[in-house]
């Protein structure tokens, strides 16, 4: 007879499933509640399982919320019928767990406790109590499946290595170019964001011809030229020249153009880019993460409505996201809501959340209010980020998940 693990339904998803992940077991029994074992949990559930570990059998069972006896009588006839049995104690209500005292009275049952935070796991046998690290992990479309949702930004590996996440392709050499022009942008500063929206709109009335190349009017651009000379020195531009009145060119490639032409693409570029650099910190990650909430993606086989939430980078660190929001210029109580929603939406309250901020948060009454109105919402502020090293940045991310 295969593995059995019984588990005591939890709302929080991911106490749920911290077994699954470590063991991958044959069965896992669920014994809940009706008020928390509902259908769209049990279905969500279920989708996570046939993704991680598709030889799993799942079983639910409800209990009621206050007959002590027939959880009791349910508990030992599990034993009976799975002796090898062990109970995962990460969930369950008051009622289960007194059953279980009462069960554990009066026979010798196996028990196992996986902190979600620390991947550390707490076992009994015999009576006495080990320690033991677990490897569990989960990718951030799992995570998002597991609560609900559905990410629908593309995310993977392709054939070459290249990372692939969203429209963007992290080859070393756009990893370089993300590199250059952050150096570009931490230079202008608040410029950058000014001069970018310049550009995007000189470029819709402008547009290129059939090679791609763009002839740009410098009386469109005013300031922001400098911004094209700058990717000229840094050979991001092909086939530069410049006149009295225009200057004309080619973007090395189209990623570094979607970059300009949207103010904060850059900041969250950087953000990805410098979290990544090392695997063994974030194992998975995603920009420009699209969560669909209900899971289901509508089209024309399929007409309905979809309510999408972005996020712009999730990092994960074995089991725990970090949802980041990145702002390029100044942000109100509202990004605090939207980034506390989805994050607990999606990633449970063991997830992560922060707020980072390229310019500094000044001393006035309305900073203040704000950076406490962050700690009472549990988000961390990084600020300043244009005047951080990337090893600082990194060191502020590696923090949030903790030790």
Aim: hydrophobic share 35%; glycine share 6%.
């Amino acid at each position: 007879m295969g593995r059995t693990i019984i588990e005591f339904f939890s709302e929080e998803a991911l106490e749920n499933v911290m077994a699954m992940l470590s063991y991958r077991p044959e069965h896992i029994i669920y014994i809940g509640h009706k008020h928390n074992m509902i259908t769209k949990k049990i279905r969500s559930l279920t989708a996570f399982a046939k993704r991680v570990s598709p030889d799993t059998e799942l079983e639910f069972i409800e209990v009621s919320r206050d007959d002590i006896d027939e959880i009791i009588n349910l508990l030992n006839s599990l034993c009976d019928k799975y002796p090898d049995c062990e109970f995962e104690l990460s969930g369950g209500g008051e009622l289960i767990l007194m059953a279980l005292g009462c069960v554990s009275a009066m026979r010798n049952i196996n028990t196992i406790r996986i902190d979600p935070y620390t991947n550390m796991e707490i076992i009994t046998r015999n009576g006495k109590a080990t320690r033991d690290y677990k490897n569990a992990k989960a990718t951030v479309s799992e995570i998002i499946t597991l609560h609900g949702g559905r990410l629908t930004t593309r995310e993977g590996i392709l054939a070459d290595g290249t990372v692939y996440s969203g429209e963007w392709h992290f080859t070393p050499d756009f990893r370089n170019d993300i590199r250059t022009l952050w150096s570009i942008c931490s230079k202008l500063k608040t410029k950058w964001n000014r001069y970018c929206s310049v550009i995007e709109e000189v470029i819709k009335n402008n547009p290129s011809d059939e090679t791609e190349r763009f002839v740009l009017p410098l009386s469109q651009l005013g300031d922001s030229a400098v911004i094209f000379r700058e990717l000229n020195k840094k050979e991001l531009l092909y086939d530069y020249s410049m006149t009295p009145k225009t200057i004309s060119f080619s973007f090395k490639n189209n990623m570094i153009k979607k970059i300009i032409t949207k103010t904060g693409n850059i900041l969250e570029l950087h953000v990805y880019e410098v979290a990544t650099r090392h695997p063994s910190m974030f194992h998975n990650a995603v920009i420009g993460a699209s969560i669909d909430w209900d899971g289901v993606v509508h089209d024309y086989e399929n007409p309905g409505y979809d309510t999408v939430n972005e996020i712009d980078v999730i990092l994960m660190r074995d089991v725990i996201p970090t949802f980041i929001s990145c702002k390029s210029g100044r942000a109100g109580s509202n990004a605090l809501h939207e980034l506390q929603t989805v994050t607990s939406r999606f990633g449970g309250k063991y997830a992560k959340k922060a707020l980072v901020m390229s310019c500094s948060c000044d001393t006035t009454t309305g900073a203040n209010f704000f950076r406490q109105r962050s700690k009472d919402m549990h988000i961390w502020v990084i600020d300043n980020v244009f005047e951080m090293t990337d090893d600082e940045l990194l060191a502020k991310l590696k923090r949030i998940q903790g030790p």
